[in-house]
């Protein structure tokens, strides 16, 4: 029995899509909204429920969840002769060494999941990662990636938007805030060899996720200001379904806006903690994960991190901590 487990973003899902259309496998799928990062335990404890029945779990794919955080999952399935197949680029942590693992990680600010996928696979399925990149708004590396294969400056729009409209649909307290469960979008996209006739396909998927985008990034653009200087700015967004699905795209957005900036969406939860996305300065992507991990609940890579659960009290710390943090690096 195999299990596909992957982060329910679009760099994600398109690293699954690129696996799967290069190495078809019938597999368990084990995904969630993208802040679900603890996902290999999902496999860990059906192997500890089954215990007379060790080969219930022959193998695992994971893909876009940090290592560093399912560690303790990971070493479990391994210890039980459990062979995984280990890509991401977010915190690893230290990689075991053991022949059951083979891991592709590579934690460069400018790679993502699906980008490490298409090299492994030689560019089979280069336009999927192209999607992706944008998605997970590594803008310079999916243009170099498209320019290289000869995407049009028309077909590299149309797919940006595709990712970004795949991610934005990741985002959310809980599955039912989403668009379209992550492991139903997978099979959705699967369809399609190339996402360019995806986009082409009447009542298609990037249809009803742009209509969907649109009228929530018209809402998101009366945040409240938090605080906006030079070094950052912090806005918040209320206790909606509409503002936790915006929350990453809208930072991401506000990133592209102003690249010299770090940003931060803060979405109110109903215990009255913040979820916190942060976006480095895309001209200094580093050390969002940095700031993140410093609370309760925080995670992430260099360029873009979070925080799921920031209790009130700590918001002034946390501006504080990215004011600090980027300050000395506008400076010199």
């Not at 070493?75 to 022949?99: C, K």
Request: hydrophobic residues 40%.
């Amino acid at each position: 029995m195999h299990y596909d487990v992957f982060n329910g973003d679009a760099d994600g899902i398109i690293a699954l899509v690129q696996l799967r259309l290069a190495q078809p496998k019938e597999s368990i799928l084990i995904t969630g909204v993208k802040r679900d990062i603890s996902l290999l335990k999902q496999v860990s404890d059906c192997l500890k429920d089954r215990c007379d029945d060790i080969d219930s779990v022959n193998s695992v794919t994971v893909l876009d969840i940090s290592m560093e955080k399912n560690k303790a999952a990971l070493d479990h399935l391994l210890q039980n002769d459990v062979d995984v197949f280990y890509v991401d680029h977010h915190r690893s942590g230290d990689i075991p060494d053991t022949e059951q693992l083979t891991a592709l990680i590579n934690t460069d600010a400018n790679t993502c999941t699906s980008l490490l996928v298409n090299e492994y696979l030689n560019n089979a399925y280069a336009h999927w990662a192209v999607v992706a990149a944008f998605g997970d708004n590594m803008m310079a590396s999916a243009v170099a990636l498209a320019n290289s294969v000869g995407l049009t400056q028309a077909q590299q729009k149309t797919l940006s938007a595709l990712g970004v409209y795949i991610n934005y649909n990741g985002y959310g307290r809980s599955v039912e805030d989403l668009h379209y469960h992550p492991a139903q979008l997978y099979k959705l996209l699967l369809n399609y060899s190339d996402p360019l006739e995806l986009i082409d396909g009447e009542n298609s998927v990037f249809s009803s996720l742009e209509q969907a985008y649109q009228n929530d990034m018209v809402k998101a653009e009366s945040a409240e200001v938090l605080a906006d200087n030079q070094i950052c700015k912090v806005v918040l967004l209320a206790d909606e379904a509409w503002a936790r699905r915006i929350s990453g795209v809208f930072g991401n957005e506000l990133a592209n806006q102003s690249p010299d900036k770090a940003h931060a969406v803060l979405t109110l939860n109903s215990d009255d903690t913040y979820t916190v996305s942060v976006r480095a300065p895309l001209n200094n992507k580093q050390g969002a994960d940095e700031i993140c991990v410093q609370f309760p609940t925080g995670g992430g890579r260099a360029g873009a991190a979070g925080i799921n659960n920031l209790p009130k009290e700590m918001l002034e710390a946390f501006i504080s901590a990215v004011s600090h943090y980027y300050a000395p690096k506008l400076l010199t």
